[in-house]
Structure formats: structure tokens, C-alpha cells
């Protein structure tokens, strides 16, 4: 029973939504922790006048760090290749708002 279960959880595209759930949460953990009196349109506004998308974002990923290790202690490594595919994705976003943003 337990092998089945782990080959369910064990897919490239639950690590790769995982890898981007977890980093959105993030996001809005960062914006509920760090600027609490401020609203969601001031707080964008404030990320796109200052240019901070690409910090905010690169620190949003750090937690997927911890789901990819996850996967792997827990032996699901497609899983973990789907996390390791979103923190590329996110990498790629990060270095376009750099380059040209």
C-alpha cells in the first residue's frame, strides 16, 4: 500500500506545481509580514516603482529549497525534478525582469 502511494505522489507535474504554489504563498507571506498597513495595489505599485519584483521573487523561491529536499529524503525524485523545473522557470522570470526590466 505504501509503495502505491508513493508512486502517486511521485510525478514530475506535482513537484512542478508544488514549485510554483510554494513560491506564490511566499510572495504573499512576504507582503502580509513585511508591509501589513499597506494594500495590495499601493504594495505592487511600490514593487514596480522601486523595481523589486526580481529581490522579492528570488527570496520567494528559497522555500523550495526545502520541498526539493523533501522529495528527495522521502525518495520521490521526479518529484523532486519537477521542483528543481520550477525554480528554473522562476530563474529564468528573475533574470528577464533583470535583464530587461
Not at 511600490?46 to 526539493?68: C, D, H, R, T, Y
Amino acid at each position: 500500500m505504501k509503495k502505491i502511494m508513493l508512486k502517486k505522489i511521485d510525478k514530475q507535474w506535482i513537484g512542478l506545481i508544488l514549485g510554483l504554489i510554494v513560491p506564490a504563498i511566499t510572495f504573499l507571506l512576504i507582503y502580509i509580514f513585511a508591509f501589513p498597513k499597506t494594500d495590495t495595489i499601493t504594495y505592487f505599485e511600490m514593487i514596480k516603482a522601486k523595481k523589486f519584483f526580481a529581490q522579492i521573487l528570488s527570496l520567494a523561491v528559497i522555500p523550495n529549497i526545502g520541498v526539493f529536499f523533501l522529495f528527495i529524503y522521502t525518495n520521490r525524485l521526479s518529484a523532486a525534478k519537477g521542483v528543481l523545473a520550477a525554480t528554473f522557470v522562476i530563474a529564468f522570470i528573475v533574470f528577464g525582469f533583470k535583464l530587461f526590466g
